[in-house]
């Protein structure tokens, strides 16, 4: 099973609106990835948790809250957000170390209007 | 921080050609990955390579991993409609970079039947 499930598929919040997305992964992966993707665009990396810690955060704004509450959830808390921050919310999980395979979930598609 | 040159940007090809496709750093890499996407839907992973000289073949893709650890190539036999979509390369360092995947700018692949 190489499976990384994402909800919601779809998402639209105001700017003024608390949202969650969630992933969650059963493969004992124990690095997990949130990635931003623009359209057309590679996707760009926003934190790294790895052992349920996080390891790298890629100067994201503080709008956006990381969360992994165990070694298979993955959550990423929107608050305030912009106009601009609509993209494609991918989650991604590997194990950690060397000689490692990187699997992407399907994304949450959000409208931020 | 490291940048990867993927080429060609698009291509536009008749159903049962063959594809190639390349990727070139600057630096090294120990991992390169390729990826294909869909619009609206997360990369998935196609082919993984580990070793300098590495070959690998999936079905009809094959990809390199370049004797000098800074490029790599996938080429697909015989194109189908399916076949359509963006292809992604991705190299990892490990542990100079953590778990952070590089990704190149893409190729878009459409196939006329």
């Known amino acids: 099973d190489t499976e990384v499930t994402q909800t919601p598929k779809h998402l639209v919040m105001g700017m003024t609106n608390k949202k969650s997305l969630k992933c969650e992964q059963h493969?004992?992966?124990?690095?997990m990835y949130w990635y931003k993707q623009k359209a057309k665009k590679p996707p760009e990396l926003m934190f790294v948790?790895?052992?349920?810690?996080?390891?790298i955060n890629e100067s994201v704004p503080s709008r956006f809250s990381p969360e992994c509450p165990n070694s298979s959830l993955l959550n990423l808390h929107l608050h305030a957000l912009q106009p601009e921050d609509s993209a494609l919310y991918l989650c991604?999980?590997?194990?950690?170390?060397?000689?490692?395979?990187?699997?992407f979930g399907q994304g949450t598609r959000l409208t931020v209007v | 921080g490291q940048q990867l040159n993927q080429s060609p940007q698009s291509m536009f090809i008749q159903e049962g050609e063959d594809v190639s496709m390349n990727c070139t750093s600057s630096?090294?890499?120990?991992?390169w990955l390729w990826y294909k996407q869909d619009p609206g839907e997360g990369p998935v992973l196609l082919i993984a390579?580990?070793?300098?000289?590495e070959l690998t073949s999936n079905g009809r893709l094959t990809a390199q991993f370049g004797i000098t650890r800074k490029d790599s190539f996938l080429n697909i036999s015989a194109s189908i409609p399916s076949d359509v979509g963006i292809y992604f390369c991705?190299?990892?360092?490990?542990?100079?970079?953590?778990?952070?995947?590089?990704f190149g700018e893409g190729t878009q692949l459409t196939v006329n039947p």
């Open positions: 991604a999980s590997s194990q950690v170390g060397m000689n490692t395979e990187a699997f």
């Open positions: 493969m004992g992966h124990r690095a």
């Open positions: 948790y790895s052992y349920e810690k996080l390891s």
């Open positions: 630096s090294i890499f120990n991992t």
């Open positions: 390579l580990y070793k300098a000289g």
């Open positions: 991705a190299g990892q360092l490990y542990p100079s970079s953590g778990s952070r995947l590089t």
